[in-house]
C-alpha cells in the first residue's frame, strides 16, 4: 500500500628498479581535507502527517516505478504487476487465474488478453473447437483497442494510470501513526499505521516502499524508481478494433 590509484617507478634494464635522485624536490603536499557529502536526514524523525505528505509528494514526483502486489476483496484475488510513468502506463493484472494486461498512453487504451483468457471467453460463449481456433489465430498476441470499457475495466485503467492510482491509494490513508524503523525489502523504512494497515517509507527520501494490510494478505511493493520507461503504442499490424469483439 551510494581508487586508489599506486604509481611505481620503471624497472631498469638490468632488473634494479632506478632509483629517483634525493635532489629532486618533492611535490608539495595539499594540506586540505578532501570533502564528503553529508548523509541525508533521516526523515523518521518527523511528524507522521508530514511524512505522510511528503510520501505522497516523492511516489507523484517520480518519473517511473513499478508496483506489484495482490489486493483481496469480497470478489476474490488480484494480482498486478504496473509498470506507472508520467505519460503512460502498463498493468499486468491475473483476474480470477487468467490474466489480462492493459496498456495506457494518454487516452489511448489498449488491451492484451492472454490465451488462457481467450479460450475462458470462447467457453462462455459456448464456442466449438473450430471457433476456438480462429479466435486464438486472430486475437492472441495481439492488442485490442476497446470501443466501451465496463465498471471492471476502467477499475483496472485507473490502476494503470499512475495519477488516478495514486489519488486512489492515498486518498485511504486517513490519518496515520508511527512505528519503528526497520528494514523492509532492503530498505531502511519507518511505518505510517492507520485503518488497519501499514505503509512503509524510505527514512532518506519518503518514497512507498511496501504497503500491507496488517489483517489480510493484501500488499503492494514500490520499486525501479525513476527506471522505468514509458510505454509505446502497438504497432498498427498489432491492433485489433475492439468492436469487432464486441469490447
Known sequence: MATALIACDPVGTSGTPSVTP???ASAPTSSRTPSTTPAPPDLSTLPAATLLARAKAAASAASGL???GLL???TGDLRIDLQLTKSGGQGAFLVAGTP????VIGKDVY???SEATIRAMAKDEKAGDAEIRAMLSLMKNKWIKPSKIDKDGQALIDLTTRDTFFKGFFGDVGHPTKTGKKVVDGV???GLTGQGATLWVDTRTARPVRFENNAGRD???FTNYGKVA???APKPDQILDGKAFGF
Open 230 to 232: 514509458a510505454p509505446k
Open 188 to 190: 531502511t523504512s519507518v
Open 66 to 68: 513499478r508496483v506489484k
Open 111 to 113: 488491451m492484451l488478453l
Open 22 to 24: 634525493s635532489t629532486t
Open 72 to 74: 483481496v476483496d469480497d
Open 219 to 221: 500488499y503492494l511493493t
Open 100 to 103: 489480462i494486461t492493459y496498456r
